[in-house]
């Protein structure tokens, strides 16, 4: 099998961490990179060397994909998820958490080699905890793949991983044309979110968009008329079932998918083209790879960056005439955090706001929207410093002495008390300070009394009025 060279470079990384000691190591490959080969490869050369491997993964489709994928690579995997369990003659098997974790005694044989897809999620007290039951060897080596390094409470994933091996950006990947160029469209339809703490709840998600739902609809087959595939996410079922229905009234063809529903026939239909729009509620998000995905539409405002990152990226994959992505995003008006298009490419909550703004109604190269954004960006705030800087050198220009405004103003000043409360005389409050600070008296360092400072600022207002 022939591997890209970031790939090559990956694979090297980790057998280099391995022979420095290294037992428990991270990759960060954004999605679409090919992270579930990378990892797969990793395995089939551990189990060369007569190692044996367990690769964990959250989810079943995550299961049923790296299984697959297994086979394609010429490797017989042995799969412990629900029903289904593993021989214990298996060397590689590929399992489901929610299973291993209800059933301890499906892992009390040694693995050398522990994969953990989507490895982001292993910071949870549980998974933890359940990496860690797994065996008290010294020498078990774990390796964790995931598209990002971030997540939502914060916590770092160096915490418990003790490296990370390799990881390479999506701006890379774009420039180097293993994924395909984003361009972003902000629609005309502006959102003003409330402050929240966390993740905002799908419920009152759904809340803020119901109202304009239609109009939504109507922007989005109008922004995209030149797209054949186009994923939606919507924050609750029904509304995705409403959405889906609204499309289809603008003479689109559209369906809806959810965890709860058989999808295979809809799926099927959208990657054969017979179906342009799926809308869908949180089931697409990972371990879905489908190329033909020309236009992404999230519609629920998101803070998690790896949450938009995974989302945006079912459409970042290379695809027989696919030019690019387009990412149609809402312009939720807040003071908070939310991931939008230049998050992707800065985490600089200013400038994805300004590029956001700037792509509103327009579709724009999103690396050359952030590229030029942030350099406005820049050039804005040196001219409000260098206006900062100005407005404090006037300021300091007209400063003036102590005793020179005294004698300006005919006031006989009490001698300044070096330190506070040594003479009992009260000092000026920290308020007489400030105001006589506006009026650019310069206060010497052993400070003012505070009957002194009470006359000057006497002097100062009566030579305002």
């Not at 044996?52 to 989810?59: F, G, M, T, W």
């Not at 991931?339 to 909550?349: E, G, I, K």
């Amino acid at each position: 099998m022939i591997f890209r060279p970031y790939q090559n470079e990956c694979l090297k990384a980790l057998a280099l961490g391995r022979r420095h000691m290294f037992s428990r190591q991270l990759t960060f490959l954004p999605t679409g990179a090919g992270k579930t080969v990378v990892f797969l490869e990793y395995a089939r050369r551990a189990l060369a060397a007569w190692k044996s491997v367990l690769i964990l993964a959250h989810r079943e489709d995550l299961v049923i994909q790296a299984a697959e994928k297994a086979r394609a690579m010429g490797m017989q995997p042995g799969i412990e998820m629900d029903q289904q369990q593993a021989s214990p003659d298996d060397r590689l098997v590929v399992a489901s958490v929610a299973s291993l974790w209800g059933a301890r005694n499906r892992v009390r044989r040694e693995f050398d080699l522990i994969i953990v897809d989507e490895a982001h999620h292993s910071m949870s007290p549980k998974w933890k905890r359940f990496l860690e039951s797994l065996s008290p060897r010294f020498d078990k080596e774990y390796l964790g793949v995931t598209a990002t390094p971030f997540r939502m409470d914060r916590q770092k994933l160096t915490d418990w991983w003790e490296q990370v091996a390799y990881e390479i950006s999506l701006p890379e990947l774009i420039a180097q044309g293993y994924l395909c160029r984003i361009m972003v469209q902000c629609l005309p339809l502006a959102v003003n979110l409330p402050a929240v703490s966390g993740e905002m709840p799908p419920e009152q998600a759904d809340a803020i968009i119901t109202p304009i739902l239609r109009d939504i609809a109507k922007a989005v087959v109008d922004a995209t008329r030149d797209r054949r595939s186009v994923v939606v996410f919507l924050p609750l079922i029904e509304t995705s079932r409403r959405f889906a229905a609204m499309l289809r009234d603008h003479g689109v063809t559209a369906e809806h998918v959810d965890g709860t529903m058989e999808r295979e026939q809809a799926m099927t239909d959208f990657r054969e083209g017979r179906v342009k729009f799926l809308c869908n509620v949180a089931v697409l998000t990972e371990g879905w790879d489908e190329p033909c995905v020309d236009c992404v539409v999230p519609l629920r405002p998101i803070k998690s960056t790896s949450l938009y990152q995974q989302i945006v990226g079912r459409g970042t994959r290379l695809f027989s005439g696919k030019d690019h992505l387009l990412l149609l995003d809402l312009l939720w008006q807040t003071k908070q955090h939310y991931a939008r298009a230049a998050t992707l490419f800065s985490d600089d909550p200013e400038l994805a706001y300004m590029a956001a703004k700037q792509s509103v109604g327009r579709k724009l190269d999103l690396q050359d929207l952030a590229t030029e954004t942030q350099r406005a960006l820049r050039i804005a705030r040196e001219m409000a410093l260098a206006r900062k800087a100005k407005a404090e050198a006037k300021r300091a220009a007209y400063t003036i002495s102590l005793e020179d405004f005294c004698k300006r103003h005919h006031v006989n000043p009490a001698p300044p008390v070096p330190v506070s409360g040594t003479s009992g005389t009260p000092m000026a409050t920290e308020k007489q300070l400030a105001i006589l600070k506006r009026f650019h008296v310069k206060i010497p360092e052993g400070g003012i009394t505070r009957a002194t400072a009470s006359t000057l600022m006497s002097r100062c207002l009566a030579r305002r009025r």
